[in-house]
């Protein structure tokens, strides 16, 4: 299937006759399907099929997607939500040389119900807007006075999501572009002791792996040597390659 959504496409989309249909039914349907890996997939095939058009991404399909992102149907909305970090971070040339695309771009977590991050479905909605903040960060958008909002949106997701390889690599993508403040970076520091953060404390241990100080490697070596639980140090283990892969 993945060959189906991800090579064949783009290949018949190199047609001109197909191209446009295929986004259209990508942005209009298959992103929003009911199955998780069908959406994954029309994701990545719109990863793949978006710089081929971005004109027409940007003027007929970025304003229906922007437009579900706040949907009270959980697919539908961790969908649209992940359809946008796919066009923003591959057409963000097109899409930051207008105002208007580049408002919608940049509205979306603004525009998602404080109930939608807490309730049932936050852990997707969650994984989706790390995904989509994940994009922004390699694709260089100004996010200005965002970063705090943004911030507190990864220690969620951290707090609530039981699998967060892919929130580690989107949050060192943002640690990268935007600079952590010294009281965020002790959060995520503090979030490792278990009187802070209880059963999430594995996650923000994965995610000292996307800091730089020397304070942060002597943490993960001490974990490694002396972590409670089997997770914790397979977790320091993990973020210790991570660290000196970055520290090269």
Known sequence: MRNAFVVTSRKIAEFDEYKHPLLHHLCTVTVYHWDLKTRELAVKALRELAPLSPAYVRTHLLPGIVANVASPFLAVRHGAITAVAAIAETIAVELVSHTDASKMVLDVADSIPARYIEDFGASLTLA???TYMGSLSRAGWSIGEA???????????FITCKTVDDIVVDFTSFVDACNLTPDQRLRIVKHTQVASSGTSRESFVLAVGALEKPSDLELLCSLVAEGTTVEIRRNAAAALGQFCTRAR
């Open 128 to 130: 989706a807007l790390t």
């Open 147 to 157: 970063q705090g909002k943004y911030f507190a949106l990864f220690e969620l997701a």
